[in-house]
């Protein structure tokens, strides 16, 4: 089945640090979506890229649907305490509402 | 406006017991998913209700998971009997329209003991 890839599994910056976070995958997808979980709670969406090439800011986050349709990055830039949580990237190859493909998530820790 | 709401949050029953766990989608929302994320693992779909029809159910693990939604409102997911691999956290997620994204609920965590 279809995978998506994310590593490594946590990541320990800074604050105030920028930080990059790639999913990759063998298949190609025709939506991309990140994710942010915190303790407690359920995914919350921080960007969807619906187009190869797109490029979409969402405040201090970037994310960029990759041109070969495999892979996307997320940045955070300019890091703060708040963004500590479990980061998922996700994939949709088929029509809109139909299911998402998750990688294992990234953990970010942002020391003060 | 209420979000996805899940009961109970946390669960914890002997293998070989039975648990329903529930959903509860945004008012007006036609598609409800289930997911689950087995610790350390990839967030995994199991299935899609539109209304109250399976659309899809290709992620279901066997039969001893079931999933209604009479009515088309509320949804549950039986476990029965559970085994201690069903352990991990179960989300569900809803959405309105084509081509809007679904929003998550809180997660219901399942440990078998």
């Known amino acids: 089945g279809q995978q998506l890839n994310q590593s490594p599994q946590s990541m320990f910056i800074q604050e105030g640090e920028d930080v990059s976070m790639n999913c990759t995958s063998s298949?190609?997808?025709?939506?991309w979506l990140w994710y942010k979980q915190e303790p407690g709670e359920g995914p919350v969406l921080l960007i969807a890229?619906?187009?190869?090439?797109e490029l979409t800011s969402n405040g201090r986050l970037t994310a960029q649907f990759g041109i070969t349709r495999k892979d996307s990055f997320l940045n955070i830039s300019a890091s703060i305490p708040s963004d500590v949580g479990i980061y998922f990237c996700?994939?949709?190859?088929?029509?809109?509402?139909?299911?998402?493909?998750f990688g294992k998530g990234i953990t970010l820790s942002v020391r003060p | 406006e209420a979000g996805v709401t899940q009961f109970p949050s946390h669960s914890v029953i002997e293998k070989g017991q039975t648990v329903t766990l529930r959903c509860d989608p945004i008012?007006?929302?036609?598609?409800l998913y289930w997911y689950r994320r087995v610790m350390g693992k990839e967030i995994k779909f199991l299935l899609h209700?539109?209304?109250?029809?399976?659309?899809?159910e290709s992620g279901m693990p066997n039969n001893r998971f079931l999933a209604e939604r009479t009515g088309g409102t509320y949804s549950t997911l039986k476990v029965q009997p559970a085994e201690l691999e069903d352990s991990g956290v179960y989300f569900c997620?809803?959405?309105?329209?084509?081509?809007?994204?679904?929003?998550f609920g809180q997660g219901t965590r399942l440990t078998v003991v």
């Open positions: 008012s007006g929302h036609d598609n």
């Open positions: 890229l619906y187009k190869a090439g």
């Open positions: 996700a994939g949709r190859y088929t029509g809109a509402n139909s299911k998402l493909t």
């Open positions: 209700f539109v209304k109250e029809s399976k659309q899809d």
């Open positions: 298949s190609i997808f025709n939506t």
């Open positions: 997620a809803s959405s309105q329209v084509w081509g809007t994204e679904a929003f």
